[in-house]
């Protein structure tokens, strides 16, 4: 699949410089996943690996310009969320309850042009009569591309912002 997503775009895989990843929030299972492949990539292609911010990849998946909010359903009623103004990060990804995301978004100004984007965007959509959804997937792989190429060149780890749902056993054995 890989060298045939190459081959559509019309690069070799010698031609590829560095493997940009998705580092999350998102599934553990899919993070692990995709952590795993893109290194393995990268091992084998002798290039850097580089992880990119689900949340921000998603919000760059979007040509516009002022306040966007990236959001991924985390489940139980949470969402990850991430505010963007313009490419800048207004704050940290956040594991929020529905309401209290909303409410946040609300005072950073998300009353008039607010684009929301990803998975999770429908689940505020009610909130913000004036918001534009942009109900993607996943991000674009234009913009994990563009980002991962200023990326700095450090191993990517995975960005987990809730808790496993596994536990081990309790009283051992």
Same mark, same amino acid.
Do not use: W
């Given at each position: ?5 190459? &081959?559509?775009?019309? $690069? !070799?895989?010698?031609?590829?410089? &560095? ?7 998102? !599934?553990?299972? *899919? ?19 580089? *992880? @990119? ?6 919000? #760059?998946? $979007?040509?516009?310009?002022?306040? &966007?909010?990236?959001? %991924? ?19 940290? =990804?956040?594991?929020? =309850?529905?309401?209290?995301?909303? #409410? ?12 929301? @984007?990803?998975?999770?965007? =429908?689940?505020? #959509?009610? $909130?913000?009569?004036?918001?534009? %959804? @942009? ?8 913009? @994990?591309?563009?980002?991962?190429? !200023?990326?700095?060149?450090?191993? =990517? ?17």
């Amino acid at each position: 699949m890989t060298r045939e997503v190459a &081959r559509a775009a019309g $690069v !070799s895989m010698a031609g590829v410089e &560095r493997i940009g990843v998705t580092i999350g929030p998102g !599934s553990f299972t *899919g993070l692990r996943v995709g952590l795993a492949f893109a290194k393995g990539l990268a091992f084998a292609l002798g290039r850097p690996c580089v *992880g @990119v911010g689900a949340l921000q990849a998603l919000a #760059a998946s $979007v040509s516009d310009t002022g306040l &966007r909010a990236a959001v %991924i359903d985390a489940g139980r009623g949470h969402v990850f969320v991430q505010l963007f103004d313009a490419e800048q990060a207004i704050g940290a =990804p956040d594991n929020l =309850p529905l309401a209290i995301a909303a #409410a946040r978004l609300a005072e950073a100004g998300g009353q008039d042009g607010l684009v929301l @984007v990803g998975p999770g965007a =429908p689940l505020l #959509a009610g $909130v913000f009569a004036g918001a534009r %959804i @942009v109900n993607l997937t996943a991000p674009a792989p234009a913009a @994990v591309a563009l980002l991962a190429a !200023s990326a700095a060149i450090v191993p =990517p780890r995975p960005l987990y912002l809730r808790a496993p749902d596994a536990r081990p056993k309790s009283g051992g054995g």
